[in-house]
C-alpha cells in the first residue's frame, strides 16, 4: 500500500508538469454526494470533444512554468448545458492561452447531473467547483499558484457553475477541514448562463434541477440574485444574437455588480451566436487579448 501511495504521487508530479497529457486526475479521494453504479461515460469528437455522463469528476492541471514562482491560476468550467462538457475548445485550449501569459490553469471535468448517480444532482457540479477551489488553494505551494490569486471561469452553462461558485461561496457543499476560504478572487463568464428565471437557458436548468418548477431551487440558482459587495471582481463576454443564451444573462449579471460596487467588465459583440469559444469568427477582435488586458489592469498578472 504504501509502495502503491508512492507511485499516484510521482505520476501526479509528473502529470502536472506535462500539458500534453489527457489524463484526468481524480477530484475526490472519496467523491461525495455518490451512488455507485456503472460508470457510462462517453467521448465522442466530431471536431469538438464533448465529454457525456460524467459521473466521476476529474481535473487536467495546466502549469504556465516549472519554476518556483507562485503564478495565478483559473479553473476552467466547459460548458455544455449540463449534459456534455466541451472539453476542447472551452477548455484545454483555454488552459493552454492561459500558460501562454503566466496563468496556471486546471480544466475541470465536472458531474453531469443524474439522478442516477447522485443523491441531490443539482449540487453535483457546485460540489465539484468547490472541491477545486479547495485543493488549488491547499496544494498553492507545491503547485506553484499565488494563493490570492484563484479564479474561476466558465463557459455557457459552465458560466453558471462558476457563477455558482461565485455568488454562493459561504455556502460550503463539500467537507472544509482546514476552513478554507471557497470564494474565488476573480470571475470569467463566456456567454454564461446566470439565471434560471424566464430569460435564463432552459436546458440548462432541467438538466440541473429537473423540468418540473421549484421555485425556491429556481431562486437559489439565479445567480444574478445573489450577489454581494464582496462579490469577485468580474470578466464577461456575450454575443447580441446569441440565441441558445440570451444575452440578458450577462447584462443583467453585470448591471448587479455594479450596483453593488464590484468591478466588472462587460463586453459584447454584435453577432458570433453561441459556443464559439475563444474565437468569434464575426469580429476582428481576439477577447483573450481583451481578457488580458483586464487581468493586467486587475493586478492579477504583469504586463
Known sequence: MKLKYIYSTLFITILHMSNATAQYLPLYKNIPNYIDAIN??????DGIL????????????????????????????????YGILAASHEGTDVASFFNTIGVNAIVLKYRIPSSKHQVNKSIAPLQDAQQAIY?????????????????????????????????????????NPGNTSYRP???????????????????????????????????????????NKNAPLAFLVHAKDDASVP????????????????????YLFEKGGHGFGMKNKTSEIFWPQLMQQWLIKNNIINK
Open 40 to 45: 457510462e461515460e462517453v467521448i465522442t469528437n
Open 247 to 266: 444575452v440578458a444573462n450577462s447584462i443583467n449579471y453585470y448591471n448587479q455588480l455594479q450596483e453593488k460596487q464590484v468591478p466588472a467588465e462587460l
Open 135 to 175: 485543493m488549488a488553494r491547499t496544494n498553492a505551494n507545491e503547485w506553484g499558484i499565488d494563493a490570492n490569486k484563484i479564479g474561476i471561469m466558465g463557459f455557457s452553462a459552465g458560466g453558471h457553475l462558476a457563477s455558482t461558485a461565485a455568488t454562493h461561496y459561504e455556502d460550503v457543499k463539500v467537507n
Open 185 to 227: 478572487d476573480f470571475q470569467i463568464l463566456i456567454y454564461p448562463v446566470i439565471s434560471f428565471s424566464s430569460y435564463g437557458h432552459k436546458g440548462s436548468r432541467d438538466n440541473l434541477i429537473g423540468p418540473v418548477i421549484n421555485e425556491d431551487q429556481v431562486h437559489y440558482f439565479s445567480n444574478e440574485e445573489h450577489i
Open 50 to 81: 464533448r465529454i457525456g455522463k460524467v459521473s466521476v469528476p476529474g481535473y487536467q492541471y495546466f502549469r504556465a512554468a516549472n519554476d518556483t514562482i507562485k503564478r495565478p491560476c483559473v479553473i476552467i468550467c466547459p460548458g455544455g448545458g
